[in-house]
């Protein structure tokens, strides 16, 4: 479906941004077109030109087009200015072989859009401390962001196979990392906390790994190259540990893929619920945008899902591939004004609080966007 709009009654000089959407699996449409709604509320807001149009992608595209990314799909996030990804990933497709399974479309799509930088904003927000599993002055002020290298590492080293020849089985999977793969993640990190505190933890397992060794030492040299950013190194079994002990403590976390995946789950549960957890997947071609928190296919149609997430990664959309950080700022504002309010998806209400639905939940985002 193409949406196409140009509001408040002002013809629009610049050409529309177009956006592709993939709603996915489960609850991706639900949390999808939540977070089109708060883009017509914000764009209405703004006078934006923005376009949209869905493909499918994961299971259903599988059950649409026999291919997890159909041709499509392919062509139309290629042409896109931005992608928006609800979700992949559904029990039905767990007896397909691996190349047909939702997840190697959103591996694919990464690949082809060389989505080599994942960044994942951790936040404590004042509302939702009570929220956390720690105790509240411990996650209190707690602001980091994840730079994550998404494009190479232990997800896609080849060879990678399972040998069933012998008598007992044998899995293999490849560990590699370049120069440069480690090169231009870090200068994205170290960017962004130019414009942020000024400090960098480079996470990774040095005192084993020789693609750690390697990743210590391009990070080193990028990091004399910003000179007003600080630099530590950490082992990332002591940043899993600090990340609960002094969450605080990060502003910039880089790490490598696998210990990225990792860790910036355990920073969903330092927020409260992963449901709150955006995330921008940047590179040489149009940014990739998307909640974290998997498709969830038990909850979906069922109004139990929470938006947020979807909602907070189309603001991280307008920050990056639109560069409309006024929009942007003016999304992140109405969601904390909201969970300040009191209203909470069902994962997020407390014993005898009030449940909201996925739908009453964005009905009072986009009410908020309204009020200067």
């Known amino acids: 479906m193409k949406r196409q709009a140009s509001y408040g009654g002002y013809e629009l000089k610049k050409s529309p941004f177009r956006i592709a959407v993939l709603p996915g699996d489960g609850i ?18 703004f006078q934006l030109s923005i376009e949209t149009e869905s493909y499918p992608v994961g299971w259903a595209a599988v059950e649409e087009a026999d291919h997890p990314l159909p041709p ?4 139309a996030v290629l042409e896109a200015d931005a992608v928006f990804l609800g979700a992949v990933g559904d029990p039905k497709a767990d007896e397909l072989p691996p190349e047909l399974r939702p997840e190697a479309g959103l591996l694919e799509l990464r ?18 401390e009570d929220a956390s599993p720690l ?8 602001d980091f962001l994840i730079v994550r290298e998404l494009s190479s590492g232990l997800y896609y080293g080849e060879p990678r196979f399972v040998d069933r020849s012998g008598e007992k089985p044998v899995a293999v ?16 990190a170290f960017d962004a906390a130019r414009k942020r505190r000024g400090r960098v933890v480079s ?40 990340l609960i002990l002094r969450p605080g403590h990060f502003d910039v976390i880089l790490t490598e893929n696998l210990f990225g995946d990792i860790l910036s789950d355990e920073a969903g549960a330092l927020t409260g619920s992963i449901g709150l957890l955006a995330s921008a997947s940047l590179g040489t071609k149009a940014g990739l945008y998307e909640p974290v928190h998997g498709s969830a296919p038990d909850l979906a149609g069922k109004g139990l899902a929470n938006p947020l997430a979807a909602i907070l990664s189309m603001a991280l959309l307008l920050e990056h591939s639109a560069e409309e950080g006024e929009a942007a700022a003016a ?39 309204q009020i200067r």
């Open 135 to 142: 105790r509240s002055e411990r996650v209190r002020g707690m």
């Open 173 to 188: 999977n490849t560990l590699r990392y370049t120069w440069e793969e480690i090169h231009r993640v870090a200068r994205v």
């Open 331 to 369: 999304i992140v504002g109405a969601v904390e004004a909201v969970l300040a309010s009191g209203v909470r998806s069902p994962e997020l209400a407390r014993p005898g609080e009030k449940v909201s639905s996925t739908q009453e939940v964005t009905d009072h985002v986009t009410r908020a966007l």
């Open 72 to 75: 499509e799909t392919r062509r």
């Open 111 to 128: 690949k082809i859009l060389d989505c080599f930088a994942n960044l994942r904003p951790a936040r404590a927000i004042a509302a939702l």
């Open 28 to 45: 991706g449409p639900d949390v999808t077109a939540a977070a089109l709604e708060v883009l017509d509320g914000v764009a209405d807001r």
């Open 203 to 242: 996470v990774d397992k040095a005192n084993v790994l020789e693609t750690s060794r390697l990743w210590r030492e391009v990070v080193s040299e990028v990091g004399a190259d910003f000179p007003d950013v600080e630099l530590e190194h950490m082992l990332v079994d002591r940043a899993a540990m600090e």
